[in-house]
């Protein structure tokens, strides 16, 4: 990917985020706004989301 990925937030940054403990993928702009957040696996609508909101092709299960 052409951007950066990151993974194990601090807990300020969960506790700011109001994250779970669902995996949950969240799309922030250059300027700190969250443009896209998505709640569990790559499957069916979420990845098709993502996939639009990315320009992305993930791969099928």
């Known amino acids: 990917m052409g951007f950066p990925v990151y993974s194990s937030p601090s807990g300020s940054i969960v506790a700011s ?7 949950e993928t969240v799309l ?3 300027n700190g706004f969250v443009l896209g957040s998505w709640n569990g696996a790559y499957m069916g ?14 791969p099928s299960n």
């Open 17 to 23: 985020l109001h994250l779970a403990i669902t995996p």
């Open 28 to 30: 922030v702009s250059p």
């Open 45 to 58: 609508g979420t990845k098709t989301a993502i996939e639009k909101s990315l320009s992305v092709s993930l």
